[in-house]
T-cell receptor
Framework: TQLLEQSPQFLSIQEGENLTVYCNSSSVFSSLQWYRQEPGEGPVLLVT?????EVKKLKRLTFQFGDARKDSSLHITAAQPGDTGLYLCAGLRTYKYIFGTGTRLKVLA | NAGVTQTPKFQVLKTGQSMTLQCAQDMNHEYMSWYRQDPGMGLRLIHY???????DQGEVPNGYNVSRSTTEDFPLRLLSAAPSQTSVYFC????????????FGSGTRLTVV
């Protein structure tokens, strides 16, 4: 059973467009992280959100943790080809980090 | 460079063979874990450890063993390889309070034929 569902699974957009990726669960998490992974490499941490309703910004990326700490979103403004990659959310429950199914983003120049 | 080192990077096994995937970190992280990554499945937790001498099972532990004799090393052993274990394996570490997020190794691509 996958505790964390991400949508969409795939996304192909033109440079300059905006997009939102969603990470949803029926379970409550202590915290939630977002990672980006490039081919042949391990995931790299982008952000950690801890408090329900928390919003964090990282340049053109905006992350939000749901009020009930069951879901999260990642919004990218004016996407660039360098944003291409696999985006993964990960929720913390007790000692375990549970990863989402991933969203594969391709930004075309 | 400080980080998580995984070896080997690629491996082909025959069904029934055993092998050990190595993982070492030099950041003095207490928490280490092994994940497998399959298409459309994201990363699934195999085993994790919160310190030397302490290990526990994750979501998909069957067919794998781990041990943690030192803070630095966390090897993953495949006891009798099966084609279903064909995957990319990632080792990751973080502090016990998880305040810094995971640092991942670059992965081991394993094929079982």
């Amino acid at each position: 059973t996958q505790l964390l569902e991400q949508s969409p699974q795939f996304l192909s957009i033109q440079e300059g467009e905006n997009l939102t990726v969603y990470c949803n669960s029926s379970s409550v998490f202590s915290s939630l992280q977002w990672y980006r992974q490039e081919p042949g490499e391990g995931p790299v941490l982008l952000v950690t959100v801890v408090t329900g309703g928390e919003v964090k910004k990282l340049k053109r990326l905006t992350f939000q943790f749901g009020d009930a700490r069951k879901d999260s979103s990642l919004h990218i403004t004016a996407a660039q080809p360098g944003d291409t990659g696999l985006y993964l959310c990960a929720g913390l429950r007790t000692y375990k980090y549970i990863f989402g199914t991933g969203t594969r983003l391709k930004v075309l120049a | 460079n400080a980080g998580v080192t995984q070896t080997p990077k690629f491996q082909v096994l025959k069904t029934g063979q055993s092998m050990t995937l190595q993982c070492a970190q030099d950041m003095n992280h207490e928490y280490m874990s092994w994940y497998r990554q399959d298409p459309g499945m994201g990363l699934r937790l195999i085993h994790y450890s919160v310190g030397a001498g302490i290990t526990d099972q994750g979501e998909v532990p069957n067919g794998y063993n781990v041990s943690r004799s030192t803070t630095e090393d966390f090897p993953l052993r495949l006891l009798s390889a099966a084609p279903s274990q064909t995957s990319v394996y990632f080792c990751a570490s973080t502090t016990l309070d998880r305040s810094v997020g995971y640092t991942f190794g670059s992965g081991t691509r394993l094929t079982v034929v």
